[in-house]
């Protein structure tokens, strides 16, 4: 990763977000979305709720950074921007998530 952590690569994509794992080998998040239709109902309701939790959990830190980062006064500017806006990357992924979830009971209802 050539000297910088796994964290660092992760807000190093503009468009998506993206890890790292070594040289040349990379992996976008969001193409790693969640089988809901291999899922059972009580399953894809406690993934709703796990999945809002975290919306929670990261609206906070978008609001309270420096309760979740070490030495976030001390982190330049860039850094700082950089690891909010993968916080909203994060919270419109868990919002995605939630609402294919739901379309899945949907889909399910409707049958």
Known sequence: ??????EES??????HDIISLRKGINFRL????????????????????????????HTDKIANPASYVKDWQQKNAHYQ??????WKKEIANFRNQIKRAKDELYRRERK
């Open 10 to 15: 992760l807000l190093s994509s503009k468009k």
């Open 81 to 86: 921007k950089g690891l909010i806006e993968h």
């Open 1 to 6: 990763m050539g000297g910088e952590s796994q």
């Open 30 to 57: 969001d193409l790693f979305g969640v089988r809901y239709d291999t899922y059972n109902v009580k399953g894809i309701k406690s993934s709703i709720r796990k999945n809002e939790k975290q919306i929670q959990e």
